[in-house]
């Protein structure tokens, strides 16, 4: 039987219309591209989100046209999430650390047409806009350029704010397929070029309600939330729309994710809840501990993901009063897909039970199915023992990416996750590994996030990087590259002694380095790749000066 429920298509359009509508006196606090404080609220975001997309509309970019963006979290970069989608144009936000052949790629394989970009990224503009043939018009947020500079661009210019005077404050645009694209994003290619997943209307808004619920984020409007997250970086983690669905304020960071940055917006808009990677989160704490300054106002929660979140930087931030939720997610996931909510079945003086919770990546979150399985496809039970690749399915979960026909990703339909781990009998999932960073010794998997942590805990260890290297009789054995904490010292020895009672023997790396700092990719994880390289140089040097002596 059919039911009798009406079929409205969910999306932009209509988060646009309730953002301006219901949720129009929510705020957005924020630094403009000046760095100056800024505020505006949801229903002047709306008008002049509405402003833009009919200025492109008049200025003939036609439906599906995609725009893309080179800028940090500015309130402008926000007004492009809604007014460019809910015109029915695509959003691509595009990372501007990326090098300018990888942005070349990724506009030229997302057909680009127009490019909206900050003060701070014009000369990231320039390296590129000769080899953008397609692209037609530049938006410079900040002011427009000046006569002799916008002359030698091989495309038109207009300030951002004279293009939104050409636009009305228009709300209701044409009813949209909910399957279309609304914002495009790609992976981080550290293994290859970037790949392009296309979030749709419908994935926007089922992953944005699915951040509101209190297994996840549990957004509302009393809420205050700062996404310190790049724009570019997985659809911002889906924040700003959930934000917006939900009428939470929000506390842009604008340009910069630096410590002393994000603490001053801190302190000017009171954030209740926060989000970001370790690296951010472990930066304010040196930051905080160095201003002998012990408390983050309202905050309460951050939610920590997209790389393994020390154990340590739990604690720490748990000394301040802050709960730091694990969560994971990627961008073929459309963001944060598990979170480390404890259960209230766990007893409140379970304290073992409860860090084993805080510890692990999350439970799948409502909508989203995950299972584990071997590397040939055979599923494993999911007892928390059983380590294999994590797969995922569900609607907002990619089937493929832009322009590949090649679904070696998938299996029966699942996203292959490249993620190793268990899954236990509550559906917490534990990563130990990359499937590609994964060590193999003598045939059994050491997990490198295991052993990493136990490393880390050492106190005069600031960060760590474990990674594969060949081996003549065990095919793989670990090493490990060490930052150490300022001022500490710290021996191959003394760290592999203080291993011995923490981790299995065979775990303990034969090759160590130290470094100043670890190499990160351009959303600034920890590049394994990079730090695999490096430590070969070090060990084929090393060759050549033993056989030179
Ligand atoms: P990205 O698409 O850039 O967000 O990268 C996604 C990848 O980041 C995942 O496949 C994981 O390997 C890693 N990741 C995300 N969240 C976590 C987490 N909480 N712990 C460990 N790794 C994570």
Known sequence: M?????????GVPLLMRHVARVNGRSRVGAFDAQRQPITRTFAELAARAGRLGSALE????????????????????????????????????INPRMHADQIVHVATLADDEAMIVDAGNLGKFHEIAS?????????????????????????????????????????????IDEHETAILCFTGGTTGLPKGVGYSHRSVWLQAMSLCTANSLGLGSASRLLPAVPLYHVNGWGLPFAALMAGADLALPGASLQAPDLLALIDAEAPTLAAGVPTIW???????????????GALTTIACGGAQVPQSLIDAYAALGVRMLQAWGMTETSSMSAISQTPGWIASADRATQARCAAAQGRVVCGLEARVADLGGTLLPCDGASVGEIQIRGPWVTHGYLGQDDHAHLHDGWLRTGDLGTIDADGFISLTDRVKDAIKSGGEWIPSLALEEAIRSHPAVLDVAVVALPDPRWQERPGAVVVLAPGAGATPDELAQWLVTRVAKWWLPERWAFVDALPRTAVGKMDKKRVRQMMLERIDAAATAAEQC
């Open 282 to 296: 472990s930066d304010l704490l040196a930051h905080l501990r160095a201003m002998q300054r012990t408390h983050l």
């Open 58 to 93: 008049q200025r003939g970019f036609g439906s599906g046209a995609v725009i893309g963006t080179l800028a940090g979290a500015l309130p402008e970069h926000l007004e492009a999430y809604l007014g460019v989608p809910a015109s029915a144009r695509v959003l691509h936000t």
């Open 131 to 175: 080899r953008l043939p397609r692209l037609r018009l530049l938006v410079t947020v900040g002011g427009p350029l000046p006569g002799d500079l916008a002359a030698s661009l091989p495309c038109e210019t207009i300030d951002y704010e004279a293009l939104l005077a050409q636009g009305e404050p228009r709300l209701d645009w044409p009813i």
């Open 2 to 10: 059919k039911s009798t429920m009406q079929d409205s298509p969910l």
